[in-house]
């Protein structure tokens, strides 16, 4: 199956600094999700992007689907940012819909 | 905005006990799936379901596992003599293209 890596494992941020979170994987998407997790367990939508560039806020991201791989920007950080990233694709070529594989996650911890 | 809903949010359970984890998904949404989260590990599909019938299982949803669309609205996921490995967070999400997820189930078998 689809081999899905996310670097870096764990980030240590000061409260208003930038990063760049990335997720590579081995073979062509249809869909591509980015997740924060926060410390309940909740999984939060970020961004539904298989290829482009979004933004929503202080966070954006960015698909180059024929270089398999993906950003998420987070500039401005707030301690509220802190949680997991998971970075989260549907392989294939045809189906829009199927079982996402997800990433092992950036663990982001934003001090004050 | 429409959210995917489960409950209950934490369910405690003796090991071999049968358990239902309850999912309404959204509404206008086609596409239904469960997944798992072992504490501290990544999130696992277990099964995806699709015109009132599975269309895709993972290794891990063996013959323990079975999931129902009882009345056009729920969607339920039981687990049948749990064990201990049982213990995870389960998710269920609903979409057509994007996967919206729900806050999760923690199930502990003790």
């Known amino acids: 199956g689809i081999q899905v890596e996310q670097s870096p494992p764990d980030l240590i941020l000061q409260e208003g600094a930038n990063s760049t979170l990335r997720c590579n994987f081995s073979?062509?998407?249809?869909?591509l999700q980015w997740f924060h997790q926060n410390p309940w367990g909740q999984l939060i939508n970020l961004f539904y992007i298989p290829s482009g560039t979004k933004q929503n806020g202080r966070l954006s991201a960015t698909t180059v689907a024929t270089e398999r791989y993906s950003l998420l920007y987070i500039s401005s950080s707030q301690t509220t940012d802190s949680g997991v990233y998971f970075c989260?694709?549907?392989?294939?070529?045809?189906?829009?819909?199927?079982?996402?594989?997800f990433g092992a996650g950036t663990q982001v911890v934003v001090t004050p | 905005e429409p959210e995917v809903t489960q409950t209950p949010s934490h369910q405690v359970t003796q090991m071999g006990q049968e358990v239902i984890l309850r999912c309404v998904p959204i509404?206008?949404?086609?596409?239904f799936y469960w997944y798992r989260q072992i504490l501290g590990q990544k999130v696992e599909f277990l099964v995806s379901?699709?015109?009132?019938?599975?269309?895709?299982k993972s290794e891990i949803f063996d013959d323990q596992f079975s999931v129902e669309r009882p009345d056009g609205s729920n969607f339920t996921l039981k687990i049948r003599s749990t064990k201990l490995e049982d213990s995870a967070m389960y998710f269920c999400?609903?979409?057509?293209?994007?996967?919206?997820f729900g806050d999760g189930t923690r199930l502990s078998i003790l």
């Open positions: 379901f699709y015109n009132n019938e599975i269309s895709e």
């Open positions: 989260a694709v549907l392989q294939g070529a045809t189906d829009s819909w199927g079982k996402l594989q």
């Open positions: 509404s206008n949404h086609l596409y």
């Open positions: 999400a609903s979409g057509s293209v994007a996967q919206h």
């Open positions: 073979d062509s998407v249809n869909n």
